[in-house]
């Protein structure tokens, strides 16, 4: 039901087929996880279609071996108007020792759109724990370092002559 559901946890083994040049799984297979993971939970808090607008501090922390257990996991830290930022983890864990590492951390930036891809209302968040209010905190900060960030692309943009977004 929109508006109940704020978590998502994917857990599966990572396959032969993720591999990179190096033998260890790819980061554009990482980051396809975790945009699966963040539209899954935005179309289950939402209960629209959405689409990523941005991620945010994306670090990848440590590889992942083929044949580890990853879990990527995505909760709700912070509603806009239209958008939903998810804090998202990927752990993997060694099967054999049984030792969990986390290897990749982001924000999500994902947005509901109605049948024109236009931005829809979502239904608010509103942080109750001490933990929520900290996440939803963490949200706003990297919202502002976002507008540095914006500016400087934007001056990068035109600069070099980049075709602008219609
Ligand atoms: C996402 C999209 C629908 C937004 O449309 P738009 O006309 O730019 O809409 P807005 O400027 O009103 O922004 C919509 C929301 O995104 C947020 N947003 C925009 N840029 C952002 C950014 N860089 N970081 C975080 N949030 C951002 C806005 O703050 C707004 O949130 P709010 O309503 O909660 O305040 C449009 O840019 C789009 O279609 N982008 C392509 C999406 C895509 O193809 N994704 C990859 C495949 S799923």
Not at 29 to 51: E, L, P
Not at 140 to 145: G, H
Request: negative net charge; hydrophobic residues 40%; aromatic residues 8%.
């Amino acid at each position: 039901m929109p508006g109940t559901d704020r978590e998502v946890k994917f857990c599966f083994l990572a396959q032969p087929t993720d591999v990179n040049f190096g033998g260890k799984v790819h980061g554009g297979m990482v980051m396809k996880w975790i945009d699966q993971a963040g539209y899954a939970c935005a179309v289950g808090w939402s209960g629209k279609y959405c689409v990523t607008v941005a991620v945010g501090g994306i670090r990848f922390v440590h590889p992942i071996m083929i044949g580890n257990m990853v879990t990527v996991h995505c909760q709700l830290i912070y509603t806009g108007t239209t958008s939903m930022h998810f804090c998202c983890d990927v752990i993997a864990r060694d099967l054999e020792s049984g030792v969990d590492t986390l290897t990749t951390h982001c924000v999500v930036v994902m947005v509901a759109t109605d049948e024109a891809g236009k931005p829809i209302p979502v239904p608010s968040w509103t942080p109750q724990t001490d933990d929520d209010k900290a996440l939803a905190a963490y949200a706003q900060k990297l919202m502002d370092l976002d507008q540095n960030i914006a500016q400087e692309i934007a001056r990068y943009r035109d600069a070099a002559h980049l075709p602008q977004a219609t």
